[in-house]
T-cell receptor, first 113, second 114 residues
Framework: AQSVTQLDSQVPVFEEAPVELRCNYSSSVSVYLFWYVQYPNQGLQLLLKYLSGSTLVKGINGFEAEFNKSQTSFHLRKPSVHISDTAEYFCAVSRAAGNKLTFGGGTRVLVKP | EAQVTQNPRYLITVTGKKLTVTCSQNMNHEYMSWYRQDPGLGLRQIYYSMNVEVTDKGDVPEGYKVSRKEKRNFPLILESPSPNQTSLYFC?????????????FGDGTRLSIL
């Protein structure tokens, strides 16, 4: 079985400050990792994904994430946030031959002016 | 425009009254799935479908039914809704399976069961 833990349920941050959202996963087999963003009253959109190769993955809107296999982590970062980054962020994991995407509990980011 | 369309977006109903939430995608995707989103729990998979007439249970299938008679449609059926099914529901699709495929999500359906 696979599981995902997002360590922070809420992260308040000031505009133009950096932000890091933490994600840890557990799985007995190789996994693919995703970050999705949910803006208010909308569905989820893909921010970035790690499938293989370079452990530093760049996504849309200036976000990046680093896969760390030894620590089973996939933390999301942005060096300078904007008000428009206020949203809920979900880390998710799937197995290579799986039919199931497992989500973490989500992290709400509130960007303050 | 490529999209996943859910209807209705909002519904308030009463316990025991059968309801159906429709989901349609226009991307010729084989894989479709339903999730429910509850605060602090993230999204949990209810059912998924690998293709027409192929469906299987996710993590929280109790109280729900699905069907996949056509490739584009994947309705979620609550035969006898109960208050613990009050939630935000999302339909998603991808070309094939989950694996390395990013999911395309609908805008959600907020159900309130009184």
């Amino acid at each position: 079985a696979q599981s995902v833990t997002q360590l922070d349920s809420q992260v308040p941050v000031f505009e133009e400050a950096p932000v890091e959202l933490r994600c840890n996963y557990s799985s007995s087999v190789s996994v693919y990792l995703f970050w999705y963003v949910q803006y208010p009253n909308q569905g989820l959109q893909l921010l970035l994904k790690y499938l293989s190769g370079s452990t530093l993955v760049k996504g849309i809107n200036g976000f990046e994430a680093e896969f760390n296999k030894s620590q089973t982590s996939f933390h999301l970062r942005k060096p300078s946030v904007h008000i428009s980054d206020t949203a809920e962020y979900f880390c998710a994991v799937s197995r290579a031959a799986g039919n199931k995407l497992t989500f973490g509990g989500g992290t709400r980011v509130l960007v303050k002016p | 425009e490529a999209q996943v369309t859910q209807n209705p977006r909002y519904l308030i109903t009463v316990t025991g009254k059968k309801l159906t939430v429709t989901c349609s995608q226009n991307m010729n995707h084989e894989y479709m799935s339903w999730y429910r989103q509850d605060p602090g729990l993230g999204l949990r998979q209810i059912y998924y479908s690998m293709n027409v007439e192929v469906t299987d249970k996710g993590d929280v299938p109790e109280g729900y039914k699905v069907s996949r008679k056509e490739k584009r449609n994947f309705p979620l059926i609550l035969e006898s809704p109960s208050p613990n099914q009050t939630s935000l529901y999302f339909c998603a699709s991808s070309f094939s399976g989950v694996g390395n495929q990013p999911q395309h999500f609908g805008d959600g359906t907020r159900l309130s069961i009184l």
